[in-house]
């Protein structure tokens, strides 16, 4: 079953550099290891004020910087900057996943998909809480699906999430994640 997932996740990358809807870009990085049983490197982001995404689980990766060349720069220097993985040396360019607008609608993020070639240790900055290598099966099946409750200007709002032990992935994660774990339609 791992295999067939790295497999479907794989075709579903392009290595075309994507075009500008006229919005800022941001890059993630996936970050995946063993093609036979692939996880995926989560953070969790630290609480941190005027940061928007403090505190939720995400991949390591952030707003595109003058002198980044492309969105797999960017991925690239944020992971080095965030969990000390440098992704040059220890990984395989994959591709790109298809961008996911935020839900402001002002930054458009690029999922950059890297293989591992070696083991890694991860030294994460101030920005990351904590880490974890999860097994994307963990994320096919009905355990992993469930909702998240969001206080919103005083509604609770329910939104699809995946659950992996204490992390509730959803938002901008989760769409990004369940968009990888798609495949071609």
């Known amino acids: ?7 479907k996740v794989a075709k579903n990358l392009t290595t075309l550099e994507p075009k500008s809807k006229g919005l800022r870009f941001a890059s993630v990085s996936i970050i995946l290891r063993d093609r036979d049983s692939p996880s995926v490197l989560l953070i969790k982001r630290a609480e941190r004020a005027g940061d928007p995404w403090s505190g939720q689980i995400a991949f390591p990766g952030g707003k595109m910087q ?14 080095m900057e965030e969990v000390g993985i440098d992704l040059d040396k220890a990984a395989e360019f994959l591709g790109y996943a298809g961008a996911t607008t935020t839900h402001t609608g002002t930054m458009d993020v690029v999922p950059s998909v890297f293989l591992l070639k070696q083991a890694v240790g991860i030294k994460h900055n101030e920005e990351v809480a ?29 939104m699809p999430a995946y659950l992996v032990g204490d992390y509730v992935v959803w938002g901008l994660t989760h769409r990004i994640l369940s968009s990888v774990l798609k495949g071609p339609e």
Not at 1 to 7: N, P, S, T, V
């Open 66 to 79: 003058q002198g980044d060349g492309t969105a797999r720069d960017t991925a690239v220097r944020e992971t």
């Open 1 to 7: 079953m791992g295999r067939e997932i790295f497999e």
């Open 130 to 158: 904590s880490y974890r290598w999860v097994n994307l099966e963990d994320f096919l099946g009905p355990n992993g699906k469930s909702t998240y409750r969001l206080n919103y200007e005083g509604r609770t709002i329910e």
